[in-house]
């Protein structure tokens, strides 16, 4: 790549100051990064690697607001290669092309790699992932893939087994509460312990997410001292959403939870869901689900419970309906369980799906000759099943 003319680098120091707090505050080497101690703390795998300048193709994979793009570009800082950056929503295999035919030069010239860092990795396609596979496979470019999904599922198969995956954990509220404080300090403002502790547990697990509230915070104040309040109006502008992951975990937990009895944990998954934005309506339809697959006959009343809430969940909307929701979630918790008429119809169809089955008896055949000829039907439901496990 052509070096920046002065114009282009004036260009783009204006645009790093006026940049947004999380994009200022990005660590400048691996002892700044916060968070992720498992892969960059002292002896930590990766660390090691970019210390050494052997690391391979690599997979960063993690929630929004972790440091993935952070990490990927420490990389390139951090060794003697070259670094060429490529966005999964913007770049066609055309650009994937040129980046590899920039890399050939460089190693040519310069004697030098190139670290190839694709954002969004998981949005590729397959031609377009397919495209990088040779040069990653000789070794022309070390691919530094970020991803919120999981790369199981995202990559291809041929380029995930070529690069090392690495998992990013949520930021914890210590390390959120280290940032904010640098970032404070940044900026010259004060910032309260109060306000500290507060963001930092709000926006557990997001480090971006905490940058903006504070942002938005430093705004609000006049005094260059960013309170607990000021704070809680940042907080309340943003909005927390699940990502595809989280959307099915946080679901079976809420109902591991109301199988487990235990209403209190219920309602956290439930205020979780809907502060996040989940769909009601989903959530409704998971509880009449568990209602007839997990307490059943035990509790008739539950599926009547849950099915109540889910009509009056359409006609009154939110926010009102999360008292219903919330009134359902703590009937279906209490409710003894039963899994005998889950049961009883998952063992009928085993039967029918291997042949099992019979003729049916004709019209005019009457009771009790209903039973089909040629098949003894088994027990499937019993009704000494029907009690609270």
Known sequence: MEEPDLFTASTEQRLASRAPLAARMRPSSLDDVVGQDHLVGAGAPLRKLIESDRLSSIIVWGPPG?????????????????????????????????????????????????????????????????????????????????????????????????SSVFALKPVDETAVAILLRRAANLEGVVLDDDAVDLIARRCTGDARQAL?????????????????????????????????????????????????????????????????????????????????????????????????????????????????LAHAVVYLSRAPRSRAVTNAIFSALGDVREGRTGQAPPTTVEPPSYLPLGFTVPRYYREEDDVSK
């Open 212 to 324: 903006t509230a504070l942002e938005v915070a430093i705004a609000l104040s006049t005094h260059q001292t960013v309170s607990v309040e000021q704070a809680t109006t940042a907080l309340n502008t943003s909005v927390s959403r699940l990502g595809k992951d989280d959307h099915y975990d946080v679901i079976s937990a809420f109902i591991k939870s109301m199988r487990a009895g235990e209403a209190d944990v219920a309602m956290h998954w439930l205020a979780r869901m809907l502060e996040s934005g989940e769909d009601p309506r989903f959530i409704a339809r998971r509880m009449m689900i568990f209602a007839s697959e997990d307490i059943g006959l035990a509790d008739s009343q539950a599926l009547v419970i849950a099915l109540s809430a889910a009509e009056a969940l359409e006609r009154v909307g939110l926010p009102e309906g999360q008292l219903i």
């Open 66 to 162: 972790t440091g993935k793009t952070t990490l990927a570009e420490l990389v390139a800082s951090a060794t003697k290669r070259g670094f060429e950056r490529l966005s999964a929503v913007t770049a066609g295999v055309k650009d994937i092309r040129e980046v590899i035919e920039v890399a050939k030069q460089r190693l040519s010239i310069d004697d030098r790699g190139t670290v190839v860092f694709v954002d969004e990795i998981h949005r590729f396609s397959t031609t377009q992932q397919d495209a990088l596979l040779h040069a990653v496979e000789s070794g022309l470019i070390t691919l530094v893939g970020a991803t919120t999904e999981n790369p199981a599922f995202s990559v291809n198969p041929a380029l995930r087994s070529r």
